[in-house]
Structure formats: structure tokens, C-alpha cells
């Protein structure tokens, strides 16, 4: 029989407001959009191009998600946000916790 991993804490992700995506986010999104469409915008994480018909994401900081760094490739930052998460569920478990 296969152990199942069980969560901690409940997963709670908020409204897009809640997370910072409200009408702001929206409005810059689409005033960057033009540019990035036309492939004039280089992603703030990786420094490459934004090339046009790629999928994109308008960033917010790291460290202050009130505020905005510019686009960014998607997978930049799903990448970031992966490795952010991974992160911070890292920790040292007993024994006790993953056998149980």
C-alpha cells in the first residue's frame, strides 16, 4: 500500500484582488501589452526578449507584491514562484512524519 502525504495547513489562495491581481494589475497589463506584442520588451528576470505570441505575465516583486517590476516571460515566473514554494516547504522531518 502506498503512503498518501497528507497537508499541513489548508491551501487558501485569497481573490485576484487578494493576490494582486486586481483592476491596477489589469490596467497595467494592457498598457504594456502594445509593446510586448510587438516584441519590444525584454523580460525583467531572464534580460531576453519577450518575443511575440509568448505567453507573459505582468511581475510583481519578490519581496513586495504592491509593486510591479515590468513583464516577464510566464515561465520565468511560474519558475520563480516554484522555486519560492519549494523553499519554503524544505524543512527537516522526523522520521515520525513521513513513515506515519
Not at 20 to 29: D, F, I, K, S, T
Not at 74 to 92: D, T
Amino acid at each position: 500500500m502506498r503512503a498518501m502525504a497528507r497537508r499541513t495547513r489548508p491551501h487558501t489562495r485569497g481573490s485576484t484582488v487578494q493576490r494582486g491581481y486586481g483592476p491596477e494589475h489589469r490596467a497595467l497589463r494592457e498598457a504594456w501589452r502594445p509593446r510586448v506584442d510587438a516584441g519590444e520588451v525584454d523580460c525583467w528576470r531572464c534580460r531576453r526578449p519577450i518575443l511575440p505570441d509568448t505567453p507573459w505575465d505582468l511581475g510583481h516583486d519578490d519581496h513586495d507584491r504592491s509593486q510591479y517590476r515590468g513583464p516577464e516571460h510566464a515561465r520565468c515566473n511560474r519558475g520563480s514562484a516554484a522555486r519560492r514554494g519549494n523553499r519554503s516547504r524544505r524543512s527537516a522531518r522526523s522520521s515520525r512524519d513521513w513513515l506515519s
